[in-house]
């Protein structure tokens, strides 16, 4: 043990009692994210024997255009369930998100510049709205709220577009689906980006701590001043933002949109999350494990696609990683560690 010297606010000093293991190698080495690295390599070699066209530099560097868009929300909603929370509206407000930009640009000859912000706007919005809701309503869980406004906002959607779909953007704008900066995909180096972000706002700053804290123990933490309400509104509105974000994406990738657009992508994000080792039951969980999945379902997608595999197929295999993986972390196999850094 030793002691750990703090001045508090009001420049009283206060002593902790810091409890530090030492370092241990087999811990270490055991840790969930090396067991994901594993399965990485595992699913590069299955893809590289079912397909000669896989493993090669221009495979790997184009597929992640396939896949990175719905992977900008799973950095928020790795957030919002380590908060014991959980928003499946996420693919309604990628639509919503969508649709609207898609409208404004086409049928009211607002600028794409401006359209792109009113996108995010609107991803921001809806996000606001399920955090305003949760607290608010706290007798409801999240999951009836974000039910609730999944229908809601994807209904918006149908209402503006019916089952049509816009197109016709920019030239320019199919550059944030397609383009590349000294060779390597812009939205793959934007997934980069944002992952170092978000990894250091949750390992490294009050506000990270404060969202481990509510979700090992709300009660707690409410009575030791920490503003829970406003944080569920605050992450919930990011996750929104990072909706918007994969709008865009997702609409330069296609090149137009409609009101169906991003069907299921909740499902796929909450997978790559909870493969990554954050525990639905809140409070634990590395940023790290949930980007190393959304390598893996992302690459086994593609890697299954090049050789036409059905997306049946497809969710039955994540199905069963989710299965094992929730097996493996609730048997404590391999003395499973995937608590805050």
């Keep these: 043990m030793e002691q750990k010297t703090i001045i508090n606010n009001d420049g009283y000093i206060q002593r902790d009692i810091l409890n530090k293991k030492p370092f241990s190698i087999k811990s270490f080495f055991l840790q969930w994210e090396w067991l994901l690295l594993l399965i990485f390599l595992l699913v590069l070699v299955i893809n590289t024997i079912i397909s000669p066209f896989f493993l090669t530099g221009a495979s790997l560097r184009d597929g992640t255009m396939i896949f990175l868009d719905k992977a900008f929300m799973v950095f928020p909603m790795a957030l919002v369930i380590i908060l014991r929370d959980i928003d499946i509206s996420v693919g309604s407000t990628v639509a919503l998100s969508s649709v609207i930009m898609g409208t404004l640009f086409n049928k009211f000859g607002i600028p794409m510049e401006i359209a792109m912000i009113m996108c995010l706007l609107v991803g921001a919005f809806c996000g606001f709205i399920n955090g305003l809701l949760i607290v608010k309503f706290k007798e409801l869980s999240a999951v009836i709220v974000t039910l609730s406004t999944m229908i809601l906002y994807r209904g918006i959607a149908y209402i503006l577009l019916e089952d049509q779909a816009v197109g016709n953007f920019p030239e320019w704008f199919g550059f944030l689906g397609w383009g590349y900066v000294f060779g390597i995909p812009f939205i793959l180096i934007l997934f980069i980006v944002l992952a170092v972000g978000f990894g250091l706002m949750l390992h490294k700053t009050t506000f990270g701590r404060q969202i481990y804290a509510i979700g090992n123990n709300p009660v707690a933490s409410r009575y030791s001043g920490v503003k829970i309400d406003k944080i569920k509104i605050i992450?919930?509105?990011?996750?929104?933002?990072?909706?918007?974000?994969?709008?865009?994406?997702?609409?330069s990738r296609m090149g137009s949109t409609r009101p169906n657009v991003a069907s299921g992508y909740e499902l796929e994000v909450i997978a790559m999350v909870a493969l990554g080792?954050?525990?639905?039951?809140?409070?634990?969980?590395?940023?790290l494990g949930p980007v190393i999945a959304v390598f893996i379902i992302g690459y086994l997608q593609y890697g299954l696609g090049l050789i036409n595999i059905s997306s049946q197929t497809l969710m039955i295999i994540i199905g069963l990683l989710l299965i094992f993986s929730v097996s493996v972390t609730k048997l404590n196999i391999g003395k499973y560690k995937s608590d805050k850094m």
Aim: net charge positive; aromatic share 8%; proline share 0%.
């Design 235 to 251: 992450v919930f509105t990011l996750t929104g933002l990072m909706a918007g974000i994969t709008a865009l994406f997702l609409s």
């Design 277 to 287: 080792g954050i525990s639905t039951a809140g409070g634990k969980g590395k940023m």
